[in-house]
Each structure stands twice: as structure tokens, then as C-alpha cells.
């Protein structure tokens, strides 16, 4: 812990503060992360993914799951990671990257968290097989077509040099809200989609974003789904084709930047200041660039 400066230096300064605090949040450490968001995990899903035969041997997995976890974290986005069999009641939004395999029985239980009122947002080559990685028929992405209002039709690797311009129905930026906010300053807002694509069909559904082109999957997807949206219950699932930018994929959940890293923890709250400025979080505390705080909140 002290660096080649030695100990009379800022970084020995500061871990040696954080040492003295941090036998005084006994209590802060017994009580359980707030988490608003889940993201699934299942391993095996993810070793099915390297299995030789696949449309692409640049499938990733972890890449997956690194997205959705970036994403949520740098807007200020608590996650959990779950198992596609847990309890998803206590949460508003669950993610689902690429979870190739799928139980009838875990499929099942995202339509109860659906149903229930939960916003799902899956990605490509979800459900596709079950938990013995037998391919589902009838179509991709198999146990989930019915909760996602799609199907699937065929898969389109892309290069890696290649993007895909995504069109979005009345314009804007791409959302999931039900009105397109209009584009910030004078340059629209141009979505795209690297890496994978497919051939998409609404079956109940509704597109937000669709194919436009340049690469030459496009004369085959132009004007297709790419991003859609299923009123499923009391809830909505969302269902990405292609794999978005980071900037996409937050305004499609409705995400904002959070330089303000805030964590709660039972009665304590956790603040970290990722940004470049000063800035106010609760009870008028203002914390400078790289600045923490641990409060403890009454009510």
C-alpha cells in the first residue's frame, strides 16, 4: 500500500485516512446493497456461448455482460447480479445479455417479472436454446418469441469495421419512452448497430429503432425491427438485435450520465465523486473531484 514515493506522500496520506474510517461503518457494512436493477448471470450460458459452430467465433459473453454492467454504473444504476432462476420481484429493471441457454422453468419465471409489472430488456441470441443447449424450433429467440412479441428469423454477423445506421419511426434519438425527445443542439442524433444484426419479425411487438443501412445485410434488413418493444402484462420487454454504443443503449432505458457515484446501504449512503467538478449531493454536502463521503440517513 505505499507507493514507490514512499509514505510521505498524497496516496499513503489519503489510505491511511480511509483506514482510520473505515472501523467506525461496522454497522454500514452488515447492512444489504439497495440495488434498483438486476443483471443475469449464468455461467453456463455463457461456456455454451464458446462452443465451436456458432454463426460468429467473436461471440462474447462476458463482453455482454460487461456492456450492461458499464451502462447501469456509469448512470448512477445499483445492479445486482442474478440468476435467471432467482426472485426479479424487488427490481424495476432486469437486463439479459446474450443468455443463449434457457430453462423452460426460467423462462417462465421472466414472464411472471414481466407480467408483474418489471421492464426486461433482452439481448440478441437470448433463449435460443435450453439448458442442454438443444437449439428451441420455430424460431429465435426461442423460449422467449411469445414474451418479446418477435421472431426471428435468421442471424446476420457483421464485420468488425462495419456499423449499421439505425432509423428511428417519427425521428429523434432512440428511446423507449413513448414520445421521442427531439435531438440535442444542431446535429441529429445517428444510432448504429456493430457487431451483430438479424432479420427480425413483429409478432405483437412494436419497432423502435429499424435498419437503414450502409452494409450490405442492409438490402435484406432495410427497414426492419431492430429495437423493439412487447407490452407483455403489467410490464414491458424490450429486445435489442444488434449490439448498440454505450450512449444508445443508456437513452433506450432512459439513463442520464451520474458522475456522483451514490450507494445505499440500510440507513447509510455512499457518495464518490467520478467527475471533474465540484458537486452537491445530500443534506448540501459538496464533494470536489475524486471526493467521498458516507452518510448516514434518518428516514
Given at each position: 500500500m505505499v507507493p514507490h514515493a514512499g509514505p510521505d506522500s498524497r496516496i499513503f496520506r489519503e489510505i491511511c485516512e480511509l483506514g482510520e474510517l473505515l472501523p467506525s461503518l461496522d454497522e454500514a457494512v452488515r447492512a444489504p446493497v439497495e440495488a434498483g436493477a438486476a443483471i443475469l448471470w449464468d455461467a453456463e450460458a455463457g461456456w455454451a456461448l464458446q462452443s465451436p459452430g456458432l454463426p460468429s467465433a467473436e461471440l462474447s459473453y462476458l463482453e455482454a455482460v460487461r456492456q450492461a454492467h458499464r451502462v447501469l454504473y456509469r448512470h448512477g444504476v445499483t445492479a445486482d447480479f442474478a440468476?435467471?432462476?432467482?426472485?426479479?420481484?424487488?427490481?424495476?429493471?432486469?437486463?439479459?445479455?446474450?443468455l443463449y441457454l434457457i430453462s423452460d422453468a426460467d423462462a417462465a419465471n421472466l414472464r411472471r417479472y414481466v407480467e408483474g409489472g418489471?421492464?426486461?430488456?433482452?439481448?440478441?441470441?437470448?433463449?435460443?436454446?435450453?439448458?442442454?443447449?438443444?437449439?428451441?424450433?420455430?424460431?429465435?429467440?426461442?423460449?422467449?418469441?411469445?414474451?418479446?412479441?418477435?421472431?426471428?428469423?435468421?442471424?446476420?454477423?457483421?464485420?468488425?469495421?462495419v456499423a449499421m445506421t439505425l432509423s428511428v419511426p417519427g425521428g429523434g434519438p432512440l428511446s423507449s419512452r413513448e414520445e421521442n425527445p427531439e435531438p440535442s443542439g444542431e446535429r441529429p442524433v445517428e444510432d448504429t448497430g456493430t457487431f451483430?444484426?438479424?432479420?427480425?419479425?413483429?409478432?405483437?411487438?412494436?419497432?423502435?429503432?429499424?435498419?437503414?443501412?450502409?452494409?450490405?445485410?442492409?438490402?435484406?434488413?432495410?427497414?426492419?425491427?431492430?429495437?423493439?418493444?412487447?407490452?407483455?402484462g403489467a410490464g414491458t420487454a424490450l429486445y435489442l438485435s444488434t449490439r448498440l454504443t454505450d450512449d444508445a443503449y443508456a437513452r433506450l432505458l432512459g439513463l442520464r450520465p451520474a458522475p456522483v457515484e451514490l450507494v445505499r446501504r440500510g440507513e447509510w449512503l455512499f457518495a464518490i465523486n467520478h467527475g471533474e467538478d465540484e458537486r452537491k449531493v445530500a443534506s448540501d454536502l459538496c464533494l470536489p473531484p475524486g471526493g467521498y463521503a458516507v452518510l448516514k440517513m434518518h428516514g
Amino acid at each position: 500500500m505505499v507507493p514507490h514515493a514512499g509514505p510521505d506522500s498524497r496516496i499513503f496520506r489519503e489510505i491511511c485516512e480511509l483506514g482510520e474510517l473505515l472501523p467506525s461503518l461496522d454497522e454500514a457494512v452488515r447492512a444489504p446493497v439497495e440495488a434498483g436493477a438486476a443483471i443475469l448471470w449464468d455461467a453456463e450460458a455463457g461456456w455454451a456461448l464458446q462452443s465451436p459452430g456458432l454463426p460468429s467465433a467473436e461471440l462474447s459473453y462476458l463482453e455482454a455482460v460487461r456492456q450492461a454492467h458499464r451502462v447501469l454504473y456509469r448512470h448512477g444504476v445499483t445492479a445486482d447480479f442474478a440468476h435467471p432462476s432467482a426472485d426479479l420481484s424487488a427490481y424495476g429493471l432486469v437486463l439479459v445479455p446474450s443468455l443463449y441457454l434457457i430453462s423452460d422453468a426460467d423462462a417462465a419465471n421472466l414472464r411472471r417479472y414481466v407480467e408483474g409489472g418489471g421492464t426486461l430488456l433482452v439481448s440478441f441470441l437470448s433463449g435460443v436454446a435450453d439448458e442442454h443447449a438443444r437449439v428451441r424450433l420455430g424460431g429465435y429467440p426461442g423460449a422467449l418469441r411469445d414474451l418479446l412479441g418477435i421472431g426471428v428469423e435468421e442471424f446476420h454477423p457483421l464485420p468488425p469495421d462495419v456499423a449499421m445506421t439505425l432509423s428511428v419511426p417519427g425521428g429523434g434519438p432512440l428511446s423507449s419512452r413513448e414520445e421521442n425527445p427531439e435531438p440535442s443542439g444542431e446535429r441529429p442524433v445517428e444510432d448504429t448497430g456493430t457487431f451483430w444484426s438479424e432479420h427480425v419479425h413483429l409478432r405483437g411487438a412494436e419497432a423502435l429503432a429499424l435498419y437503414a443501412g450502409p452494409h450490405a445485410s442492409a438490402a435484406a434488413l432495410s427497414g426492419l425491427p431492430a429495437v423493439t418493444r412487447n407490452r407483455y402484462g403489467a410490464g414491458t420487454a424490450l429486445y435489442l438485435s444488434t449490439r448498440l454504443t454505450d450512449d444508445a443503449y443508456a437513452r433506450l432505458l432512459g439513463l442520464r450520465p451520474a458522475p456522483v457515484e451514490l450507494v445505499r446501504r440500510g440507513e447509510w449512503l455512499f457518495a464518490i465523486n467520478h467527475g471533474e467538478d465540484e458537486r452537491k449531493v445530500a443534506s448540501d454536502l459538496c464533494l470536489p473531484p475524486g471526493g467521498y463521503a458516507v452518510l448516514k440517513m434518518h428516514g
